[in-house]
């Protein structure tokens, strides 16, 4: 590890690592919403990109339901940030009876957290789903071919897959067994919190969609 007086971080000696800093000006708080963005998109490009992984918080029955995901895709313009999971997962059910989402996540470079609120569809068996399993490599696609559904009981501990893919990928015609489990979760963010810790005090901003983003600082 090595110091960055300039920062006031602490930054692994790698440099794609090293160069991963949160700009914006202080004078103006939109560049904080692009910032985000753009720290997305590099994080869906980027394996070591602590925003790769999201926590995804869902309601059930009134209760909080939370679980790690990988931010698989956005569209700032549409305000979307995409995962997927198999369709017979709880998070599927529960996005279906309350489709309200959170989704956060903390990167220990930049210090930042953000929180994106909105509302989440579900695509199965459809042109949005066909077109991200496209996409998938074969490494992906194993992983919807199970022999019993995602949470339920097993007597011993093994993992959920046919014992002819245990050591080697799927061919084409066994990976489509996949994509009818495949879903692909959509969620449109209205609301957008950004916490950047610091030593000489922490830094805060909110974002909210109307018919376009206002956004402000806030007292941390
Ligand atoms: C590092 C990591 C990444 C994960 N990525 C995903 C993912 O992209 N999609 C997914 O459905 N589950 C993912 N999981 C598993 C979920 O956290 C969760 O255990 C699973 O989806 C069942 O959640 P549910 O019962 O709330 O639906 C990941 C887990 C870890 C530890």
Known sequence: MVKNEESDSYCFEDWTVMTREFEFNPANVNTILSQTWRHLQAAIETETHAWRLGTLATASEGRPRVRTVVLRDIQPERRELICYTDR?????????QTPWMEWMAYDSLTRVQIRLRGEATVHTNDDVSAAHWEKSSPEHRRGYITVAEP???????????????????????????GYENFAVIVCRIDHLDWLQLRRNG?????????????GHWKFA
């Open 88 to 96: 017979r997962s709880d998070k599927i059910s529960e996005l279906e």
């Open 202 to 214: 922490h830094l805060a901003a909110q974002f909210l969609w109307t018919d376009k983003w206002e």
């Open 151 to 177: 949470g339920t009981r097993s007597e011993t501990p093994e993992p959920n897959l046919p014992d002819y893919l245990f050591d080697r990928l799927p061919n084409d015609e066994e990976a489509q067994l």
